[in-house]
């Protein structure tokens, strides 16, 4: 069963707009949240993550935000770039659990110049 | 230079051939990780390794094995029990558990 998921496959943006990308989890026991972004035959790499005591992490063009009621936290991006078109990853720990890392199934996010 | 090294980047194999994947890390991390990745879909836990000699079983263990005798080293066989191989295989490995995960380049494996 998918403890994290990211519902929406692909994404198109603008170049300048904003992107959200969107992800849900079910796991109460989740406390620790990672942004990765993939390009095709390479390994992901880290973008930003948050930790549950935040709502909110910023990191430059990235902002995490994170809804712990809702069970759900999005990646906005802004200004969009097209070096920004990669997949991205959503993943969580488990404060439980063995140090392990649950993603999601990933959103390709196309950003047209 | 601090990192995780896959290699190879590309392997064939035959059906019926077991084949080994490597993956080393100079970064002094305890935890290691392998996942694999189909289209569409994410990444997957195969096995992961939290301190040297010491393995446990992800999702999707059956038809692959891991070794960790070194805490630089985390080497995944595929075994011909393995029914769907043809994969893109990830290693990761991480510092701590509120900590991010450093990835590997990946290997992408095909049955020929």
């Known amino acids: 069963d998918q403890q994290v998921k990211q519902n929406s496959p692909s994404l198109s943006v603008q170049e300048g707009r904003i992107s959200i990308l969107n992800c849900d989890y079910t796991n109460s026991m989740f406390d620790y949240f990672l942004w990765y972004k993939k390009y095709p035959a390479e390994g992901p790499t880290f973008l930003i993550s948050?930790?549950?005591?935040?709502d909110k992490n910023e990191d430059g063009r990235f902002t995490v935000f994170l809804n712990k009621s809702a069970k759900h936290l999005s990646l906005h991006i802004v200004p969009s770039q097209p070096g920004d078109s990669a997949v991205y990853f959503c993943a969580a720990s488990d404060r439980t659990g063995a140090n392990n890392l649950f993603f999601g199934t990933g959103t390709r996010l196309t950003v047209i110049p | 230079d601090g990192g995780i090294t896959q290699s190879p980047k590309y392997l064939f194999r035959k059906e019926g051939q077991n084949v080994t994947l490597s993956c080393e890390q100079n970064?002094?991390?305890?935890?290691m990780y392998w996942y694999r990745q189909d289209p569409g879909q994410g990444l997957r836990l195969i096995y992961y390794s939290q301190i040297v000699n010491d393995f446990q079983k992800g999702d999707i263990a059956e038809g692959y094995s891991v070794s960790r005798e070194k805490k630089e080293s985390f080497p995944l066989t595929v075994t011909s029990a393995q029914k769907n191989p043809t994969a893109f295989y990830l290693c990761?490995?991480?510092?701590?558990?509120?900590?991010?995960?450093?990835f590997g380049q990946g290997t992408r494996l095909t049955v020929v």
């Open positions: 948050i930790s549950s005591i935040k």
């Open positions: 970064l002094n991390h305890d935890a």
């Open positions: 990761a490995s991480k510092r701590g558990r509120t900590a991010e995960a450093f």
